[in-house]
């Protein structure tokens, strides 16, 4: 039993994570000394996994009776050594059909240690091998919702760390069954109050079960004021009783925010797409569908794949910290996770260009060095993804002199996005087609023909799907689709190895970015370093003013590392950006039909009063990514990737909201303002 709830405020910020605080009984059996319970039976807790949660919740019969295209969910409260989840797998990979994945989804709000989990767990022999693949995929222990795909995708563990209260309402998914799980209600009554009844009821449907090891009285009651059918049965070893039961009386519940409501998923499920773009996200997106089954055509209206700012020789591989750990340094903190799951493999095999080399993120400000230190101490930074080093450990860890404290990211560093894109479209299922231009995206739904066709001078595609990431510089298809994206150029400078006095250890930024690497059998150049921002310059000519700045930066930060050279050569791109420095990602609304339902509408109606948001079926945008693509790319892609075929959302609701394709005019709205 563990503690998957405590605080019943809800702070400006994220608050800092807390850990357990255990002691160990005789027998090895972890206890939390906050709320004076252990975490499992010290008779056999293997055994009580099995009984109250395994059989109560007839998950022997429900997993073998399942398809291989079938998912089933779960959601525990108390992920504590994580024992209920390893039981849980060794059913499912023994009973469910090959094709079908578990989702458990476990809220935490004092995550043990690794080191702890591994005491715990090593009592037991038959979670040995399970148990390791847990522990090295851990997420990051930082608030919020982490993903963890575990045995060849066949589970996806959705961890989320903190008050169970808060997490509940982020989650718009189907639970299946329930292990009810944290400490005692006597013991931990924060996590058993009413509001935990009201999100069970939204999450389930008529086929959901339950199962709990405490039978009081307040917790039937609650169970059967929000529908569901409670029994009771002998609890495990010396608990007299423990109870069970289903979602027997489904409610409706309204959505809360209609305008941002997830698109249906397509049925049948779709066969054909057409992606519009070669860059970072095109071909991410590309590669995602074509992992999920689809036959992908990319379209890339230039004469090569990557010619923006995917074309850059490299780009800095790390997350967004703010001392408020606002909803961006969440964002991309899950975008973080989601790009090492993607590129660590491709690492590994040496299939793309760059290193995993950390990265140095220099305080070249009073206000940087107020707002890292303020994350370090608000926040809680943990050391495996963030720590300070004054001015000497920096220079040591980067190789080169420097006079500025920094937050060192061990497991960031640096990328060729090129050979990413390379790598992407490499897959079996994609083909490219260079030199086509779209220039008209046509809806055919109501012929009852492919959902879509796509126009180019020379062409005519048929698609069932469409994702359009086409950066910055395509104005006809962003005012199409209602995307506000505005072109900012970059120019990143090259140097050669005679422009630099040594090689940079780690990845740094600073005002800008610099980095040292083998950036292809091909590439004269040792270094790089930039990338000015400047809008709204359109101009794809080199600036030999851009070039000073650069190298005016990279001396500031690095007083030593440059010669004296005029460097003249170097790279322009283009970053596709949003007013509020997100991108756009997901389904395209149909927003003939907001004018008509929400835009025409008062904006103070009881929510209610309002229907779900409609989209363009089978068009989805993955764009204005900006300076951060790295970072959101991939997420970017699985996001799509799950809407496509109707998997579980990959974001919480309020991430999700934050890169709505159409929240920029909900917003509006919303405030109050006219929308003519």
């Given at each position: 039993?563990?503690?998957?709830?405590?605080?019943?405020q809800t702070p400006?910020?994220?608050?800092?994570?807390?850990?357990?605080?255990?002691?160990?009984?005789?027998?090895?059996?972890?206890?939390?000394?906050?709320?004076?319970?252990?975490?499992?039976?010290?008779?056999?807790?293997?055994?009580?996994?099995?009984?109250i949660?395994?059989?109560?919740?007839?998950?022997?019969?429900?997993?073998?009776?399942?398809?291989?295209?079938?998912?089933f969910?779960?959601?525990?409260t108390?992920?504590?050594?994580?024992?209920?989840?390893?039981?849980?797998?060794?059913?499912?990979?023994?009973?469910?059909?090959?094709?079908?994945?578990?989702?458990?989804?476990?809220?935490?709000?004092?995550?043990l240690?690794?080191?702890?989990?591994?005491k715990?767990?090593?009592?037991?022999?038959?979670?040995?091998?399970?148990?390791?693949?847990l522990?090295?995929?851990?997420?990051?222990?930082?608030?919020?919702?982490?993903?963890v795909?575990?045995f060849?995708?066949?589970?996806?563990?959705?961890?989320?760390?903190?008050?169970?209260?808060?997490?509940?309402?982020?989650?718009?998914?189907?639970?299946?069954?329930?292990?009810?799980d944290?400490?005692?209600?006597?013991?931990?009554?924060?996590?058993?109050?009413?509001?935990?009844?009201?999100?069970?009821?939204?999450?389930?449907?008529?086929?959901?079960?339950?199962?709990?090891?405490?039978?009081?009285?307040?917790?039937?009651?609650?169970?059967?004021?929000?529908?569901?059918?409670v029994?009771?049965?002998?609890g495990?070893?010396k608990?007299?009783?423990?109870?069970?039961?289903?979602?027997?009386?489904p409610?409706?519940?309204?959505?809360?925010?209609?305008?941002?409501?997830?698109?249906?998923?397509?049925?049948?499920?779709?066969?054909?797409?057409?992606?519009i773009?070669?860059?970072?996200?095109?071909?991410?997106?590309?590669?995602?569908?074509?992992?999920?089954?689809?036959?992908?055509?990319?379209?890339?209206?230039?004469?090569?794949?990557?010619?923006?700012?995917?074309?850059?020789?490299?780009?800095?591989?790390h997350?967004?910290?703010?001392?408020?750990?606002?909803?961006?340094?969440?964002?991309?903190?899950?975008?973080?996770?989601?790009?090492?799951?993607?590129?660590?493999p491709?690492?590994?095999?040496?299939?793309?260009?760059?290193?995993?080399?950390?990265?140095?993120?220099?305080?070249?400000?009073?206000?940087?060095?107020?707002?890292?230190q303020?994350?370090?101490?608000?926040v809680?930074?943990?050391?495996?993804?963030?720590?300070?080093?004054?001015?000497?450990?920096?220079?040591?860890?980067?190789?080169?002199?420097?006079?500025?404290?920094g937050l060192?990211?061990?497991e960031?560093?640096?990328?060729?996005?090129?050979?990413?894109?390379i790598?992407?479209?490499?897959?079996?299922s994609?083909e490219?087609?260079?030199?086509?231009?779209?220039?008209?995206?046509?809806?055919?739904?109501?012929?009852?023909?492919?959902?879509?066709?796509?126009?180019?001078?020379?062409?005519?595609?048929?698609?069932d799907v469409?994702v359009?990431?086409?950066?910055?510089?395509?104005?006809?298809?962003?005012?199409?689709?209602?995307?506000?994206?505005?072109?900012?150029?970059?120019?990143?400078?090259?140097?050669?190895?005679?422009?630099?006095?040594?090689?940079?250890?780690?990845?740094?930024?600073?005002?800008?970015?610099s980095?040292?690497?083998?950036?292809?059998?091909?590439?004269?150049y040792?270094?790089?370093?930039?990338?000015?921002?400047?809008?709204?310059?359109l101009?794809?000519?080199?600036?030999?003013?851009?070039?000073?700045?650069?190298?005016r930066?990279?001396?500031?930060?690095?007083?030593?590392w440059?010669?004296t050279?005029?460097?003249?050569?170097?790279?322009?791109?283009?970053?596709?950006?949003t007013?509020?420095?997100?991108?756009?990602?997901?389904?395209v609304?149909?927003?003939?039909?907001?004018?008509?339902?929400?835009?025409?509408?008062?904006?103070?109606?009881?929510?209610?009063r309002?229907?779900?948001?409609?989209?363009?079926a089978?068009?989805?945008?993955?764009?204005?990514?900006?300076?951060?693509?790295?970072?959101?790319?991939?997420?970017?892609?699985?996001?799509?990737?799950?809407?496509?075929s109707?998997?579980?959302?990959?974001?919480?609701?309020?991430?999700?909201?934050?890169?709505?394709?159409?929240?920029?005019?909900?917003?509006?709205?919303?405030?109050?303002?006219?929308m003519?």
């Amino acid at each position: 039993m563990t503690a998957a709830s405590h605080s019943s405020q809800t702070p400006k910020f994220s608050p800092k994570l807390e850990r357990a605080q255990i002691a160990w009984s005789t027998e090895g059996v972890p206890t939390s000394i906050l709320f004076d319970d252990v975490y499992y039976s010290k008779l056999d807790g293997m055994a009580e996994v099995a009984y109250i949660f395994l059989n109560h919740n007839n998950l022997p019969e429900r997993f073998d009776a399942l398809l291989p295209t079938d998912r089933f969910c779960i959601a525990e409260t108390g992920f504590g050594a994580g024992l209920n989840f390893l039981k849980t797998c060794l059913l499912w990979l023994e009973k469910a059909p090959p094709g079908a994945q578990l989702h458990f989804i476990s809220f935490e709000k004092f995550p043990l240690t690794q080191t702890e989990l591994v005491k715990a767990l090593s009592a037991f022999d038959e979670l040995k091998e399970i148990s390791k693949a847990l522990l090295e995929a851990l997420p990051i222990p930082l608030p919020g919702w982490h993903d963890v795909l575990l045995f060849d995708e066949r589970v996806r563990l959705t961890l989320w760390f903190g008050d169970a209260l808060k997490g509940l309402p982020e989650f718009d998914l189907k639970v299946d069954a329930w292990f009810l799980d944290g400490f005692t209600p006597r013991k931990n009554p924060e996590m058993w109050r009413p509001e935990l009844y009201v999100q069970m009821a939204r999450l389930s449907k008529e086929t959901t079960t339950f199962a709990t090891f405490t039978a009081a009285g307040e917790v039937r009651r609650g169970l059967e004021q929000h529908g569901f059918e409670v029994e009771k049965a002998p609890g495990y070893a010396k608990k007299r009783e423990m109870c069970f039961g289903r979602y027997a009386h489904p409610r409706p519940f309204s959505s809360k925010a209609p305008w941002f409501e997830s698109p249906k998923a397509a049925n049948p499920r779709p066969k054909k797409a057409v992606v519009i773009g070669a860059g970072l996200a095109g071909a991410a997106v590309a590669h995602q569908l074509a992992s999920q089954g689809l036959s992908v055509t990319v379209l890339e209206q230039e004469t090569a794949v990557a010619q923006q700012a995917s074309g850059n020789l490299a780009g800095a591989i790390h997350p967004l910290v703010t001392a408020d750990w606002n909803v961006r340094s969440q964002f991309y903190l899950k975008g973080f996770e989601s790009g090492l799951r993607w590129l660590r493999p491709w690492f590994d095999s040496q299939s793309i260009v760059g290193q995993q080399n950390g990265l140095m993120q220099l305080t070249m400000t009073d206000t940087m060095h107020h707002r890292l230190q303020e994350a370090l101490t608000r926040v809680g930074l943990p050391k495996s993804f963030a720590y300070w080093c004054d001015a000497n450990q920096a220079s040591e860890l980067i190789g080169q002199k420097t006079d500025h404290e920094g937050l060192f990211f061990p497991e960031a560093g640096w990328v060729q996005p090129a050979s990413v894109v390379i790598q992407c479209l490499a897959h079996d299922s994609i083909e490219l087609k260079l030199k086509e231009r779209v220039v008209s995206l046509q809806s055919l739904t109501e012929k009852n023909d492919q959902a879509w066709q796509i126009l180019t001078p020379c062409h005519t595609y048929h698609a069932d799907v469409v994702v359009v990431a086409t950066g910055a510089l395509n104005d006809a298809l962003n005012q199409q689709l209602n995307l506000p994206i505005r072109p900012v150029k970059g120019q990143v400078s090259h140097f050669q190895t005679a422009d630099v006095k040594g090689t940079l250890k780690t990845t740094v930024t600073h005002r800008g970015y610099s980095m040292s690497g083998n950036f292809g059998t091909d590439s004269p150049y040792a270094a790089i370093s930039g990338a000015t921002f400047e809008a709204p310059d359109l101009s794809s000519e080199l600036s030999q003013a851009s070039q000073s700045e650069n190298q005016r930066l990279a001396h500031e930060a690095l007083p030593d590392w440059l010669t004296t050279s005029n460097v003249t050569e170097g790279k322009v791109g283009f970053r596709p950006t949003t007013p509020d420095h997100l991108p756009l990602i997901g389904a395209v609304p149909d927003f003939e039909w907001m004018k008509t339902a929400y835009f025409e509408q008062s904006h103070t109606h009881a929510v209610y009063r309002y229907a779900e948001q409609r989209y363009q079926a089978g068009l989805y945008v993955s764009n204005g990514h900006g300076a951060r693509g790295l970072m959101s790319v991939f997420l970017a892609a699985e996001v799509i990737g799950g809407m496509v075929s109707g998997a579980d959302p990959v974001l919480p609701k309020s991430l999700y909201h934050a890169v709505h394709p159409a929240r920029f005019a909900i917003r509006h709205w919303r405030s109050g303002k006219s929308m003519l």
